[in-house]
């Protein structure tokens, strides 16, 4: 007995950290398996019957490819405004001073700590009292705006570590401004950067609460298509489309993993 404590307490924080990451894969786990289930009624709860239907026919409900094929236009959209919006934000807060710089940094941060039903009926006010008619541009609008805190949080993060000496030293090369940027400046800036996109499509495909104030009756995006399934049987080609999104999101992360090791392997 004391030899198997004195094993849990030297390994304590290992199994804290594997609990920790069971904890949040086993309900990815349990959406991986029903996406096999052939359920006997309306609603995929119970395990019934191993089928490969859902995986052969992912668009054999109506208007869930089309709602999917939405949320993944406005992912892409709203990621990319929000990159590169966030990013020059990040660099203008992390390298110069100027007047009201504060108060500029708790406007940004301030949609983070905002309840998003806030932040989702304030959008929908604007957009109304400036009678913009909701749509697919509305909802655009607002994705880029709530995920742009996140992309200056990584960016401005990745900024302020950075070393200023060498982007000193290419400029005592005799490099342009420009060729400084390109090959020192953003180089250094790519993880967090990056870090930033990821976040922004995680966040924008995955959101409803500021989607539901803000869309059209035509647009319905997969969250919402999702959400209305649920009252009358969610299908089990949802649970297809979201262990492909997992699957996606786990082999992007290993890829990158592998680069940045073989990257510091060779430096």
């Not at 086993?26 to 359920?39: G, M, T």
């Not at 009624?41 to 992912?58: L, M, R, V």
């Not at 500029?104 to 301030?110: K, M, N, Y």
């Not at 950067?193 to 924008?204: D, H, V």
Request: proline share 5%.
């Amino acid at each position: 007995m004391s030899r198997l404590l004195k094993w849990v307490r030297a390994h304590l924080v290992v199994l804290a950290g594997l609990l920790a990451l069971a904890y949040l894969v086993l309900p990815n786990l349990v959406v991986l398996a029903f996406s096999f289930n052939k359920p006997s009624g309306k609603f995929n709860y119970e395990w019934n019957q191993f089928s490969t239907d859902a995986w052969t026919d992912p668009c054999g409900v109506a208007d869930m490819c089309g709602s999917l094929s939405l949320s993944l236009q406005i992912a892409v959209l709203a990621t990319v405004g929000a990159t590169v919006l966030g990013t020059m934000v990040a660099f203008a807060l992390a390298r110069y001073r100027f007047r009201g710089r504060g108060g500029a940094t708790g406007l940004i941060f301030l949609p983070m700590a905002m309840p998003e039903v806030v932040m989702a009926a304030s959008l929908g006010t604007l957009f109304l009292n400036m009678r913009i008619p909701f749509g697919f541009t509305t909802i655009l609008i607002a994705h880029i705006m709530f995920c742009l805190s996140f992309v200056v949080t990584a960016v401005k993060a990745r900024v302020m570590s950075m070393d200023p000496r060498l982007e000193q030293a290419a400029q005592d090369l005799y490099a342009t401004p420009v060729q400084t940027f390109l090959k020192v400046t953003l180089p250094l800036a790519a993880p967090g950067i990056a870090a930033g996109a990821l976040l922004s499509f995680a966040l924008s495909f995955d959101d409803f609460i500021i989607t539901q104030f803000n869309s059209g009756p035509t647009t319905v995006t997969f969250p919402m298509f999702v959400w209305g399934a649920s009252q009358r049987g969610i299908p089990v080609q949802v649970n297809v489309i979201g262990t492909a999104m997992f699957l996606a999101a786990v082999v992007l992360t290993v890829v990158g993993q592998w680069v940045g090791n073989r990257r510091k392997a060779s430096a």
